[in-house]
């Protein structure tokens, strides 16, 4: 069952749209993963990720895609590599993870509300 929360908590939770401008086999990480620098414009600017989107999509074909991420999770360290963004997905019926993306383009940095 879901656990209702207030839409003050929901809020607190900074989703912004980012521009992939790198990605790369992130062969260092425990499960497959890419590592990813993900553009938010200039109020904000660039930020690293790691990913396991491995399945779905090859680095190739990220770069210039619009996704949505959380960006005020505190940095983690994963490997090599400090994570300051985390890039948001759904799992597949096999349990392998698609992005969330907008379905329009909407301005780097820009907010969901």
Known sequence: MTTPIS??????????????????PFPEAR??????MVDFGP?????KSSA?????YRPE??????????LNFPPKQIGPIMSECLVTGFHDENGDVALCVPDRDVPLGARLL
């Open 61 to 70: 074909d990220l770069v210039g895609r619009r996704v949505v991420a959380v």
């Open 43 to 47: 109020g904000i600017g660039q930020k």
């Open 7 to 24: 839409w003050d908590d929901f809020a607190k939770v900074e989703l912004r749209v980012g521009c992939i401008v790198e990605a790369a």
């Open 31 to 36: 499960k497959p993963a890419y590592k990813l």
């Open 52 to 56: 396991q989107i491995t399945h779905h």
